[in-house]
């Protein structure tokens, strides 16, 4: 086994490793996105099914990239180059890469948006003062969604801060930056979630989103919600575009694999469904619709937040504020992990140095991003296969670049690397006993690549089922 070259960097401790993994996997696909679709698909049923391709299909891909980054010790592209020299499964390193670019550009513009809103939470403009508590409705935090979002210029200033914090940390490498901000931001990103779920059922009337998130009801699910369930569990662990074959190959040799899949799984499958407590209950206790959608948490719950601020103004105030200050800093967990994808390639690729690879990817991002952020606006009519931008990058990644991955990562470690190989990186060298090595090779090689194949062939061609 590879034992890693230092000057790659690597991270200091195993509490790193799950805390940077974890914060990579915990972001606004669990506090934004996960709540969406619970409301859309029926609460708990979506829930079980979700829970159900977390384990099958998802933990396994993400051994898989741990089993790659770990054993090449190279960027998304490089570990192909190195595993299978000449062979086309570089190609998906390449789709991870390119995916990386995508996905930074459009998540950068929605925590962008989340930043204005911890911004004017702060400032109490959210809360609404108390004279808005009866005249603000729904339609007014609607509309000022809308007139912000749209705006040429505002969105993309806030988008280019956004991304200037990511950059500030991944320049700053792996232990100095990536490990270590992810130690600071993790634990308060947790102790925020507690205190809103502390605050959250004990609203009046909060009894209702709970039973709205524990009773399945099997009637809402639909083949479009099954599909649904399978795209969020990749988007959720961030697999399938090799941001953990990245972060992989600065485990060291004793990092556990196996036990840290676990442990990300849980952190990250226990967050989503605590902002499921959070937002549930809140919104159930002012009456209103749980299935808002994408607009939940940027004008459904400054609706609720003002409401809560007329009955009790510190609680309005404070509830507000850690709701955004928790978005932003699981964003910022996760954009960070999206940005070293890229900037590992371009500073192995390129022989540059990180600081000038990170500038790279930054002004890039930047750039896709405003693309995005003006087809919610100006470019409203400019269109490609029918989508804008922001609709184009997110379908290409979550519909296809991750599945895509996911299955050619299961299907390259399940069939291609040498079986000795996979088992001593899961092993750590046969220093570890795996009880559970049978169950996880059938899942690689098995039951992970059918069930994606099958989803995502569903996916391109509905017709299918
Ligand atoms: N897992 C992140 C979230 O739930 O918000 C999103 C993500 C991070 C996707 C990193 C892809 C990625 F490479």
């Not at 100095?176 to 993790?186: A, D, N, P, T, V």
């Not at 952020?373 to 931008?389: A, D, I, M, R, Y």
């Not at 990562?409 to 092993?427: A, I, N, P, S």
């Amino acid at each position: 086994m590879d034992t890693g070259n230092s000057a790659r960097g690597s991270f200091g401790s195993q509490l790193g490793v799950i805390l940077a993994s974890a914060g990579s996997a915990v972001g606004l696909g669990n506090i934004w996105r996960f709540p969406t679709e619970v409301g859309r698909g029926g609460g708990a049923a979506f829930i079980l099914i979700y829970l159900g391709f977390i384990l099958l299909l998802a933990m396994p891909v993400m051994l898989c990239e741990f089993i790659i980054g770990r054993s090449a010790r190279s960027n998304a592209i490089g570990a192909f180059q190195k595993l299978a020299p000449g062979k086309p499964w570089i190609a998906a390193g390449i789709m991870g890469v390119l995916g990386g670019f995508l996905v930074l550009s459009f998540y950068s513009v929605v925590a962008g948006w989340t930043l204005h809103y911890t911004i004017q939470s702060a400032l109490g403009q959210l809360q609404g003062q108390c004279s808005m508590f009866n005249g603000q409705s729904s339609m007014d935090f609607g509309a000022a969604f809308n007139v912000f979002v749209s705006d040429p210029w505002q969105p993309i200033i806030y988008l280019a801060v956004f991304l200037l914090l990511t950059h500030l940390v991944v320049a700053r490498g792996i232990q100095h930056g990536i490990e270590r901000y992810s130690k600071l931001m993790m634990p308060l990103l947790l102790v925020i979630i507690l205190l809103l779920v502390c605050f959250s059922l004990t609203m009046p009337g909060a009894a209702e989103g709970v039973r709205f998130l524990l009773q399945p009801d099997l009637s809402e699910v639909t083949p479009d919600v099954v599909l649904g369930a399978m795209g969020q569990a990749f988007f959720s662990l961030s697999v399938g575009l090799g941001c953990l074959v990245t972060y992989s190959s600065y485990f060291s040799k004793e990092t556990r694999l196996v036990n840290s899949a676990m442990n990300v799984c849980i952190i990250d499958t226990m967050v989503a469904v605590l902002s499921g407590f959070i937002i549930f209950p809140t919104v159930f206790s002012v009456g209103i619709a749980p299935d808002a959608g994408p607009g939940l948490v940027f004008i459904t719950l400054p609706n609720v937040f003002n409401l809560m601020f007329g009955e009790m103004p510190v609680v309005g105030y404070v509830f507000a504020l850690l709701f955004y200050v928790l978005l932003l800093l699981a964003a910022l967990t996760s954009s960070i992990s999206m940005h070293e994808i890229c900037t590992a390639f371009i500073s192995e690729h390129f022989q540059t140095g990180r600081r000038r690879a990170a500038t790279i990817v930054t002004l890039i991002c930047l750039l896709l991003g405003a693309f995005c952020s003006l087809s919610f606006g100006p470019w409203q009519e400019v269109t490609v296969f029918g989508k804008g931008f922001f609709d184009l990058f997110d379908f290409t990644v979550t519909k296809f670049l991750m599945p895509l991955g996911g299955l050619l990562m299961t299907l390259f470690v399940g069939w291609y690397l040498d079986r000795r190989l996979v088992e001593q990186q899961l092993t750590n060298d046969e220093a570890l006993s795996v009880r559970t090595m049978r169950p996880l090779l059938v899942l690689i090689r098995w039951v992970a690549p059918i069930g994606i194949l099958v989803i995502f062939l569903n996916e391109l061609f509905p017709l299918f089922i």
